[in-house]
């Protein structure tokens, strides 16, 4: 079946700093993918939905310099977090869009990022 | 916006019991697709059951099953002969026409052994 990788599951980072997270669709070509982020016993919020090749289209009131996405393959999205602070923890979920499967969505295993 | 309701937090249920998780929804949209999603401790978000708005047949998956009324925009999600393994949040979703999804706020399901 559709496999999402996302990379890194857990990362601690110091203020200021800047993370990357990585989301590999592994056996399809995943030309959408979305970003979430999911506070502590709360639902997945859309942050943004990435397009090959084009701009990400974000929702509203997420800020687009700080959550830089890119979308430069078929198979990769990339979420940075820029100028990190501690009220950006949180945890952040993929999902990547396979045409070819009738259930379509695969969700990545989400990355947990804390700013300390 | 399209938003996703999930009244009930909390819900719990004895083994091998059945149990109903509500979910109602709010569109202008006539073409659309509901899923509920389970996600355990792991977090990962593991698909349950999805519902085609324009098919007027209720989905079934095995234990799972769902109440969908396109009128009232509610999809509910039933659960028999409930197993330990259901243990997990259970979140209802919404896909627009744009392929974006909306989630409601989750119903944490406790299974009673």
């Known amino acids: 079946g559709a496999v999402v990788s996302q990379h890194p599951s857990r990362v601690i980072c110091k203020s200021g700093t800047s993370v990357k997270i990585e989301c590999r669709s592994l056996d399809f070509q995943a030309t959408t993918m979305f970003w979430y982020r999911q506070f502590p016993k709360q639902s997945l919020m859309l942050m943004a939905t990435s397009n090959e090749g084009s701009k990400a289209t974000y929702e509203q009131g997420v800020e687009k310099d700080k959550f830089l996405i890119n979308h430069a393959s078929l198979t990769l999205s990339t979420l940075t977090v820029t100028s990190a602070h501690p009220e950006d923890s949180s945890f952040y979920i993929c999902?990547?869009?396979?045409?070819?499967?009738?259930?379509?969505?695969?969700f990545g295993s989400g990355t947990r990022l804390t700013v300390v | 916006a399209q938003t996703v309701t999930q009244s009930q937090p909390e819900m719990s249920v004895q083994e091998a019991e059945t149990v109903t998780l509500s979910c109602t929804y709010d569109?202008?949209?006539?073409?659309?697709?509901l899923f509920w999603y389970k996600q355990p401790p792991s977090r990962q978000m593991i698909l349950v059951i999805r519902?085609?708005?324009?098919?007027?047949q209720n989905a079934t998956e095995n234990r799972f099953s769902v109440n969908f009324q396109k009128a009232a925009k509610s999809f509910s999600l039933k659960i028999s002969d409930s197993q330990l393994g259901d243990a997990a949040m259970y979140f209802c979703?919404?896909?627009?026409?744009?392929?974006?999804?909306?989630f409601g706020t989750g119903t944490s399901l406790t299974v009673i052994p």
């Open positions: 979703a919404y896909r627009s026409a744009g392929n974006q999804f909306y």
């Open positions: 519902q085609e708005a324009y098919k007027q």
């Open positions: 569109t202008s949209e006539s073409d659309y697709y």
């Open positions: 999902s990547a869009r396979d045409r070819s499967r009738a259930s379509g969505y695969t």
